[in-house]
Nanobody
Framework: QVQLVESGGGLVQDGGSLRLSCAAS????????MTWYRQALGKQRELVAG???????NYADSVKGRFTIARDNAKNAVYLQMNSLKPEDTAVYYC?????????????WGQGTQVTVSS
C-alpha cells in the first residue's frame, strides 16, 4: 500500500518559517519525481516546487528565493523549507509522487497539511 504522509504544517506569523515533510512508503522512492502542491480556499491547486529523481528542482515564481525543496532517498522523504512566509501562502499543502511508465504516469497524493500565515 502506497502512503504519502505530510507533516509540519501549522500556524505561523507573517515572515516566519515552516518546514514541511512528506514520508513515502510502498514505492521505490528514488524512481519518483516529488512535488509539493498547494490549494488555497476557493482556488485551484497549484504547483509549489518539484524535485526529480536526479535532484533537479523547479519552483513557482511566487516562492522562488523563499522556499527550498530537498529529498532524502535514504529516508524516503521530501521536504519543503518555507521562509519569509506571507499570508498568501496560506493553503493546504499536498505531497505528490509521480513517475512515467510506458502507458502514461503513476501518481500518488498525500492527504495534505494546513499552513496558515497570519498577518
Amino acid at each position: 500500500q502506497v502512503q504519502l504522509v505530510e507533516s509540519g504544517g501549522g500556524l505561523v506569523q507573517d515572515g516566519g518559517s515552516l518546514r514541511l515533510s512528506c514520508a513515502a512508503s510502498g514505492i521505490t522512492f528514488s524512481d519518483y519525481t516529488m512535488t509539493w502542491y498547494r490549494q488555497a480556499l476557493g482556488k485551484q491547486r497549484e504547483l509549489v516546487a518539484g524535485i526529480t529523481s536526479n535532484g533537479s528542482t523547479n519552483y513557482a515564481d511566487s516562492v522562488k528565493g523563499r522556499f527550498t525543496i530537498a529529498r532524502d532517498n535514504a529516508k524516503n522523504a521530501v521536504y519543503l523549507q518555507m521562509n519569509s512566509l506571507k499570508p498568501e501562502d496560506t493553503a493546504v499543502y499536498y505531497c505528490n509522487a509521480e513517475r512515467r511508465v510506458i502507458i502514461g504516469r503513476i501518481t500518488y497524493w498525500g492527504q495534505g497539511t494546513q499552513v496558515t500565515v497570519s498577518s
